[in-house]
């Protein structure tokens, strides 16, 4: 069974610091997406990678991807309290999509 | 900007009833997917649409699980009987490339 693991799955961080998401997963992919979910809310795309290396950044996150260690990561840089929100990856592989457990990101003032 | 939309916002039922969920995707969009979130848990893929067939679809959409896209526009997704454990918040979604996906508000299944 395909396993998509988030880490950590709680984050509480201060405003200005820097944070890293990790995602692993368990089969052979080269496309991973991030979402973010605010409460109540529906999804938003975030970053879509396509290969191995894919470097994306938007602001105060940044996406990558290592195919090889089937791992992403999203990093978040001086965070600030408007990112507070839950963070999913999600693998394709052959068009199935698997979602991590996602993670709560908490930033306090 | 265009979005995804979709209705009703929330939909209470019977055990054993049918629903149709509706949803109307981007209009140049040829990408549609649908997944369920059991509120506070993972996200779930049930079913991606592409070229008026069902592209892939999960295990856990079986049977009871349907997909049209009636008039061109629309979208919906059809439960046979509904169970318990279908009550969820169901998201619409369609893409453009195959990749970048647009996500609906949700319905709010809740079956009784």
């Known amino acids: 069974e395909l396993k998509v693991e988030q880490n950590p799955l709680f984050l509480s961080m201060q405003e200005g610091k820097n944070y890293t998401i990790y995602c692993n997963y368990s089969?052979?992919?080269?496309?991973l997406y991030w979402y973010r979910q605010d409460p109540g809310k529906s999804l938003e795309s975030l970053f879509v990678?396509?290969?191995?290396?894919a470097v994306k950044q938007e602001g105060r996150l940044m996406a990558s991807l290592d195919t090889k260690a089937r791992l992403s990561t999203l990093h978040i840089t001086a965070a600030v309290h408007d990112l507070s929100a839950t963070y999913f990856c999600?693998?394709?592989?052959?068009?199935?999509?698997?979602f991590g457990t996602g993670t709560s990101l908490t930033v306090i003032p | 900007e265009p979005e995804v939309t979709q209705t009703p916002s929330h939909q209470v039922t019977q055990m054993g009833q049918e629903v149709i969920l509706r949803c109307v995707p981007i209009?140049?969009?040829?990408?549609f997917y649908w997944y369920r979130q059991i509120l506070g848990q993972k996200v779930e893929f049930l079913v991606s649409?592409?070229?008026?067939?069902?592209?892939?679809k999960s295990e856990i959409f079986d049977d009871q699980f349907s997909v049209e896209r009636p008039d061109g526009s629309n979208f919906t997704l059809k439960i046979r009987s509904t169970k318990l454990e279908d009550s969820a918040m169901y998201f619409c979604?369609?893409?453009?490339?195959?990749?970048?996906?647009?996500f609906g508000p949700g319905t709010r299944l809740t079956v009784l």
């Open positions: 990678l396509l290969s191995n290396g």
């Open positions: 999600a693998v394709d592989t052959d068009g199935q999509f698997y």
């Open positions: 649409f592409y070229n008026n067939e069902i592209s892939e």
């Open positions: 089969t052979t992919s080269d496309r």
């Open positions: 979604a369609s893409s453009g490339d195959g990749h970048t996906q647009y």
């Open positions: 209009s140049n969009h040829l990408y």
